[in-house]
């Protein structure tokens, strides 16, 4: 990726230049690296919006690669603050439509910001994870998804990606600014869209939502080779 000086620098400029540069800058790193084969674009004929996007998480360049999978329905990817806060990861963030929320926290105005959204018309994108898997295999997700589908009532398309933890792989000492990219085959697999089944009266909260989640992450799953279904195998 590009130094932190750079990123510094491009940040300063005004926003619609630091967008502008930002895009030629993640288009040139994605076309000399990444080389990536998308099935199930069927899937996305005729399928009803504002729809929510549910995809594994395993690099930093998820959302670049997705974003351009996805360009036609062009979603806002939920992000975590983190992101916005590195002058280089932020260039990713000027790349793709995004909307922040603060990882493992009850944040309540990030979720209303979301759900409205939603029911303005606007797709979504959610990593479930809500963090990239260390192990490239599926970890068990947070529960915040099921309450932005049950709240904005859309539907589901979920999506197995695989390859970008070779593109650009997580840094193990934990420093975002310090990953580079490398070449790797990318994979994007769209499932069919469907809709999450309403919890009955009688049955027990818990219960509902570990069935839920497991539902919905099992999808993903179906769309993944064997040795990256992890958890959810």
């Known amino acids: 990726?590009?130094?932190?000086?750079?990123?510094?620098?491009?940040?300063?400029?005004?926003?619609?230049?630091?967008?502008?540069?930002?895009?030629?800058?993640?288009?040139?790193?994605?076309?000399k690296y990444a080389h990536i084969t998308i099935e199930g674009s069927e899937?996305?004929?005729?399928?009803?919006?504002?729809?929510?996007?549910?995809?594994?998480?395993?690099?930093?360049?998820?959302?670049?690669?997705?974003?351009?999978?996805?360009?036609?329905?062009?979603?806002?990817?939920?992000?975590?603050?983190?992101?916005?806060?590195h002058a280089v990861?932020?260039?990713?963030?000027?790349?793709?439509?995004?909307?922040?929320?603060?990882?493992n926290t009850a944040d309540k105005e990030g979720l209303e910001k979301i759900i409205r959204l939603v029911k303005q018309g606007e797709s979504l994108l959610i990593f479930p994870e809500g963090t990239r898997s260390r192990g490239s295999s599926l970890i068990e997700a947070k529960k915040g998804i099921l309450l932005i589908a049950r709240m904005t009532g859309a539907p589901i398309v979920p999506i197995g990606l695989y390859g970008t933890e070779k593109l650009l792989p997580i840094n193990k000492e934990g420093d975002m600014?310090?990953?580079?990219?490398?070449?790797?085959?990318?994979?994007?697999?769209?499932?069919?869209?469907?809709?999450?089944?309403?919890?009955?009266?009688?049955q027990d909260k818990k219960e509902y939502e570990e069935?839920?989640?497991?539902?919905?992450?099992?999808?993903?799953?179906?769309?993944?080779?064997?040795?990256?279904?992890?958890?959810?195998r």
């Open 177 to 202: 600014r310090a990953e580079t990219f490398h070449d790797a085959d990318v994979h994007i697999n769209i499932g069919k869209q469907f809709e999450i089944h309403k919890r009955e009266k009688e």
């Open 89 to 103: 990861t932020s260039i990713g963030v000027h790349v793709i439509k995004t909307t922040t929320i603060k990882p």
């Open 211 to 232: 069935y839920s989640i497991n539902y919905l992450m099992k999808k993903i799953a179906e769309l993944l080779p064997d040795n990256y279904r992890g958890v959810y």
């Open 1 to 31: 990726m590009i130094s932190t000086t750079a990123a510094k620098m491009i940040n300063r400029l005004p926003d619609r230049l630091v967008t502008y540069l930002s895009k030629k800058i993640v288009d040139h790193y994605l076309k």
């Open 43 to 85: 899937n996305l004929k005729g399928i009803i919006t504002p729809t929510i996007f549910i995809c594994n998480h395993l690099s930093n360049s998820d959302g670049l690669v997705l974003d351009k999978a996805l360009k036609e329905i062009d979603p806002t990817f939920v992000a975590g603050e983190k992101l916005s806060n």
